[in-house]
């Protein structure tokens, strides 16, 4: 299990310095997902070539300092794989979520396993998963997709 020192160390640059916060010109597929009961609100966008890789990735809106450095650290891994890992990875993220995961699950995640410890505070759970759910489906729906609200 890591440390608490290294979740904030991650959480804080994620928050403070995210590589992917920023809109994209032209984005192939854009999905606003909304968390009513704090007010996280961010748009997820994402180009996803002919043969189901997503080449690029980003995020833009406001929220608490848990949904931002999700979302980040969550472009960090999605970016230059196929639709079917970043799913895979989705899945995982959920997993890691409810507290099921494995120690080899775990080290897929990369920098977002240090949201481990999240399952505990289930108050923040809808804060930490909202990118995660938005890549859902805007994965699963393409360009149709309009709106995800985390419940």
């Known amino acids: ?11 804080t640059e994620h928050n403070i310095h ?3 916060k920023t809109k994209m010109i032209e984005p192939q597929r ?7 009961s704090c007010g996280d609100d961010i748009t997820l966008q994402l180009n996803v070539s002919d043969d189901g890789i997503i080449t ?17 650290m969550m472009l960090d891994l ?7 890992e970043a799913i895979s990875l989705k899945d995982t993220f959920l ?8 120690d080899e699950e775990l080290e897929l995640l990369e920098e977002a ?4 410890d999240i399952s505990h505070m289930p108050s923040r759970v809808k804060c930490a998963v909202l990118g995660w759910r938005t890549l859902e489906e805007i994965l699963s729906e393409g ?9």
């Open 143 to 151: 360009d149709k997709a309009e709106s995800v609200t985390t419940e």
């Open 30 to 36: 854009s999905l606003r997902g909304v968390n009513p």
């Open 78 to 84: 999605v970016i230059g794989r196929s639709v079917e």
């Open 95 to 102: 997993k890691m979520i409810k507290d099921k995961v494995s």
């Open 18 to 20: 995210p590589i992917h």
């Open 56 to 72: 690029d990735g980003a995020f833009y809106g406001d929220g608490c300092a848990i949904s931002q450095a999700s979302a980040d």
């Open 113 to 116: 396993g240090a949201l481990q």
């Open 1 to 11: 299990m890591q440390s608490r020192t290294f979740y904030n160390e991650i959480l």
